[in-house]
């Protein structure tokens, strides 16, 4: 059974920065990808980025710019999500999915596309 170990999260002040770890276990073969959403309260869960596993293959919402980088750690078998100039609006539980095959370009933001979820990690940011 796959399964998605989150850490990372926290309270930050305003300007600052957090990176969030997510690590795949249980994958039976090198080829998955994995994605980070977000969801403030009251608000849709929306998706950030997506990587390949073996990270060629990347993509990002337009929101992000430049302020969130997705990378992957092949020796720690851990997917980072890098988030800078932290903002209020950026307070959110954080989540990390992943699917067999390839992140699909129009379709990665999609929840349904996505077929195991970790638990979520809160980032709170202060004014």
């Known amino acids: 059974e796959v399964q998605l170990v989150e850490s990372g999260g926290g309270l930050v002040q305003a300007g600052g920065s957090l990176r969030l770890s997510c690590a795949p276990f249980g994958f039976t073969n090198d080829n998955y990808a994995i994605a980070w959403f977000r969801q403030a309260p009251g608000e849709e869960r929306e998706g950030i980025s997506c990587?390949?596993?073996?990270?060629?293959?990347?993509y990002s919402a337009d929101f992000v710019k430049g302020r969130f980088t997705i990378s992957t750690d092949k020796v720690n078998n851990t997917v980072y999500l890098q988030i800078n100039s932290l903002t209020p609006e950026d307070t959110a539980v954080y989540y990390c999915a992943a699917r067999v095959g390839p992140p699909i370009l129009k379709l990665w933001k999609l929840r349904t596309l996505w077929d195991y979820w970790g638990q979520g990690t809160q980032v709170t940011i202060s004014s």
């Open positions: 990587i390949s596993s073996n990270g060629r293959l990347t």
